[in-house]
């Protein structure tokens, strides 16, 4: 069946550094893939979507990549800051609901100060 | 967030009731849908509704119903209300532009608990 898999662990990281985070998907391959920000006790925001024919996306301090054959996107917040301390979500369509969006459980990051 | 906007944002219920939360957006989209979420499970599509004639089940659509009342409103419904639909519960929008790539809006969420 279709799954979607991110970073089980949280990221700790220190200010300034680059946080990296993983969205693995197996059994499917999707057409594009969403990424969001969620912090707590609110609604998850749009960041960036990448298209299967985009190998990298990139918004400000945040940088997207799409393996199609891995199989895998990465997130990457470059010259991390305390305010980039939230939860963030891949969502890639999944074919089990009609290529409705589907959302990974979330990796939270931590950037101290 | 203040373009969705959720009704109650908080709830706590017995078991066994009807419960019903609200949505509205003015954002003018046709798209809109309903999600749950629970830790460590991420958000998991109950309804959905591409116009106010469309409504469509998600992945966990048992014992929940919807209806849009209107292009701007789309409520959720738990008939009878069980402890294990305890979550969070997020409406969220989209436009129709271009098909499925489109983003979604969402709102501030609804934390209900079931008793």
Known sequence: SQKIEQN?????????????????YTNYSPAYLQWYRQ???????????????????????????????LKQSLFHITASQPADSATYLCAPPNPVNDYKLSFGAGTTVTVRA | ???????????????????MLECSQTKGHDRMYWYRQDPGLGLRLIYYSFDVKDINKGEISDGYS????????????????IPNQTALYFCATSDNRGHVYNEQFFGPGTRLTVL
């Open chain 2, 1 to 19: 967030d203040a373009d969705v906007t959720q009704t109650p944002r908080n709830r706590i219920t017995k078991t066994g009731k009807r419960i």
């Open chain 1, 39 to 69: 912090d707590p006790g609110r609604g998850p925001v749009f960041l960036l979507l990448i298209r299967e024919n985009e190998k990298e996306k990139r918004k400000e301090r945040l940088k997207v990549t799409f393996d199609t054959t």
């Open chain 2, 66 to 81: 919807v209806s849009r009342q209107a292009q701007a409103k789309f409520s959720l419904s738990l008939e009878s209300a």
């Open chain 1, 8 to 24: 089980s662990e949280a990221l700790n990281i220190q200010e300034g550094k680059t946080a990296t985070l993983t969205c693995n």
